[in-house]
């Protein structure tokens, strides 16, 4: 018992002593509107759910770097009732310039380690990874802004910068993703 109660005093210091250097951290959650980009015609967008952890490095009121461990599910639809739903965990690593009081936009650079694929097609549903790359990269754009008790609303499209396919028939298909998230910063 008195090793877990040091250890959460340590953590509580710790996090105490980091946020006053300008370090910080939170959690976050929301939605995407995911699709493929170049694909062939009749592709549509799927939602899915995000969420996970950030961390960030304020060097002045005007700037500060960020990166989140996140869990995102994406995907499109094609034909009728087709689709293909993938999970990655990406990690954006963002440069963010507060350009009017906590609002702030935001740029950088996205590596996604992909979790799993499906494919349903018609009926059938096939849980494979095989025709997909296992890394995607993606440049990811947004909009934030943070309140003053540490609500952070932020919108973000993700550009995808690498094909999804591992194979050369199914042609150059990037993600492109639409990211709505609400988080908290402690």
């Not at 936009?105 to 590596?111: I, Y």
């Not at 396919?165 to 199914?170: D, L």
Request: charge should be neutral; aromatic fraction near 12%; hydrophobic fraction near 45%.
């Amino acid at each position: 018992m008195k090793k877990i109660a040091l250890l959460v005093v340590s953590l509580v210091a710790l996090t105490t002593v980091a946020s006053a250097q300008g370090f910080g951290w939170g959690v976050k959650a929301g939605i995407n509107v995911a699709g493929v980009t170049n694909a062939a015609n009749g592709v549509g967008s799927m939602v899915g759910f995000t969420g996970g952890v950030f961390a960030d490095y304020r060097f002045s009121d005007a700037f500060f770097l960020s990166a989140d461990l996140l869990y995102s599910a994406q995907g499109c639809r094609y034909n009728s009732d087709n689709k293909v739903t993938t999970s990655y965990l990406n990690i954006p690593i963002l440069a963010n310039f507060n350009i009017w009081g906590n609002l702030a936009v935001k740029a950088g650079l996205q590596p996604g380690f992909l979790l799993g694929a499906a494919i349903r097609s018609g009926g059938e549903k096939e849980s494979t990874t095989d025709p997909f790359h296992t890394v995607d990269l993606t440049i990811p754009v947004g909009i934030s802004y943070e309140f003053p008790m540490g609500l952070i609303l932020d919108a973000r499209y993700g550009i995808g910068a690498t094909n999804i396919w591992n194979f050369h028939e199914a042609g150059t298909s990037r993600n492109g993703v639409f990211t709505i998230t609400a988080g908290y910063r402690f």
